[in-house]
T-cell receptor
Framework: NAGVTQTPKFQVLKTGQSMTLQCAQD?????MSWYRQDPGMGLRLIHYSVGAGITDQGEVPNGYNVSRSTTEDFPLRLLSAAPSQTSVYFC????????????FGSGTRLTVV | GESVGLHLPTLSVQEGDNSIINCAYS??????FIWYKQESGKGPQFIID?????DKRQGQRVTVLLNKTVKHLSLQIAATQPGDSAVYFC?????????????FGAGTRLFVKA
């Protein structure tokens, strides 16, 4: 049982490049989310999904796309990277139910130059 | 590991002492609260949660207190150990939103002196 797996752990992009951050979970969790973490700002929700084929925007969705074709995978796409997207990105998942605590991946540190 | 917050409030305690980490939440409609622990280079880890119909909940060495009147949450760690050194986040939720609009606080760094 690996939990939530994120790849890559580190990435440097040039402004305007695109890339996909991968997230996979093996806990059969229905709900998955992407957060970004910036110094002094806690975690902010980018996009979330309540199940395969269903996604919705969080509080900072601009510049990011997501899809959920399977229960296990929830990739985050940066279409045209900008320096403002330099951050640490966390994927999280949880089971449908009354406990709203998430299981987080170990993060991807992204630098856009 | 990466630095999760260059200007976080910091609490420094002696090993074996009790720690109290405070959090003020913003939304009076929030009715579910969670404390997370984040160690360097790792993602946040769920510690304990509490619903608004409770004012206290205890776990193993941790206690969460909720004061809805002043919108204040605290995490108490008994007999603090070096392994407790981390950044601690409180998070608030409104259950009628499905729990997806989780709002995280900026965090407090706990440093345990041996």
């Amino acid at each position: 049982n690996a939990g939530v797996t994120q790849t890559p752990k580190f990435q440097v992009l040039k402004t305007g490049q695109s890339m996909t951050l991968q997230c996979a979970q093996d806990m059969n969790h229905e709900y998955m989310s992407w957060y970004r973490q910036d110094p002094g700002m806690g975690l902010r929700l980018i996009h979330y999904s309540v199940g395969a084929g269903i996604t919705d925007q969080g509080e900072v969705p601009n510049g990011y796309n997501v899809s959920r074709s399977t229960t296990e995978d929830f990739p985050l796409r940066l279409l045209s990277a900008a320096p403002s997207q330099t951050s640490v990105y966390f994927c999280a998942s949880r089971k449908r139910g009354t406990n709203y605590g998430y299981t987080f991946g170990s993060g991807t540190r992204l630098t856009v130059v | 590991g990466e630095s999760v917050g260059l200007h976080l409030p910091t609490l420094s305690v002696q090993e074996g002492d009790n720690s109290i980490i405070n959090c003020a939440y913003s939304n009076s409609a929030s009715d579910y609260f969670i404390w997370y622990k984040q160690e360097s280079g790792k993602g946040p880890q769920f510690i304990i949660d509490i619903r608004s119909n409770m004012d206290k909940r205890q776990g193993q060495r941790v206690t969460v207190l909720l004061n809805k009147t002043v919108k204040h949450l605290s995490l108490q760690i008994a007999a603090t150990q070096p392994g407790d050194s981390a950044v601690y986040f409180c998070a608030e939720n409104a259950l009628n939103t499905g729990g997806f609009k989780t709002i995280f606080g900026a965090g407090t760094r706990l440093f345990v002196k041996a």
